[in-house]
């Protein structure tokens, strides 16, 4: 099987770029102020097409997680783990990545993204544990 690589829409476009600047952001409605991943050109719940992007924390916790076996992206090896992380700040978006653990991840468990630069000029987001406070 070849392997995958994300390529930018009109929507994720400019995601994507923010990404590879290191930045983290959701899109956020100007009619109705819902935020919402992954980017789409209208809002789905008021349905305009009047939105921003909003910086945000990329902090969350591990909602799920799945083992991959496919090797859908270049130079990744597999079996590898994904998550899917449900941000703090924004709680209705669900954002998905790698796992950065040294272990499996727990659900609820309290994570951060880390950016990975690949060979071929992309950017991904990974998730790792955040420090359990002392």
Request: glycine share 8%; proline share 9%.
């Given at each position: 099987?070849?392997?995958?690589?994300?390529?930018?829409?009109?929507?994720?476009?400019?995601?994507?770029?923010?990404?590879?600047?290191?930045?983290?952001a959701v899109q956020e409605c100007d009619t109705c102020?819902?935020?919402?991943?992954?980017?789409r050109a209208f809002c789905p719940a008021c349905r305009t097409e009047a939105w921003h992007w909003r910086a945000t924390e990329p902090e969350g916790s591990v909602e799920s997680w799945i083992v991959n076996h496919q090797p859908f992206l270049p130079g990744l090896q597999?079996?590898?783990?994904?998550?899917?992380?449900?941000?703090?700040?924004?709680?209705?978006?669900?954002?998905?990545?790698?796992?950065r653990g040294a272990r499996t991840p727990e659900r609820g468990e309290r994570v951060r993204a880390a950016y990975r630069e690949t060979d071929d000029g992309l950017t991904l987001v990974d998730w790792e544990p955040l420090p359990e406070p002392r």
């Open positions: 099987m070849a392997a995958y690589r994300p390529e930018p829409d009109r929507d994720s476009r400019e995601w994507w770029a923010r990404v590879g600047r290191h930045e983290f102020g819902v935020a919402r991943f992954p980017a597999v079996p590898y783990l994904v998550v899917m992380i449900r941000l703090t700040t924004v709680p209705d978006c669900l954002v998905y990545g790698g796992w």
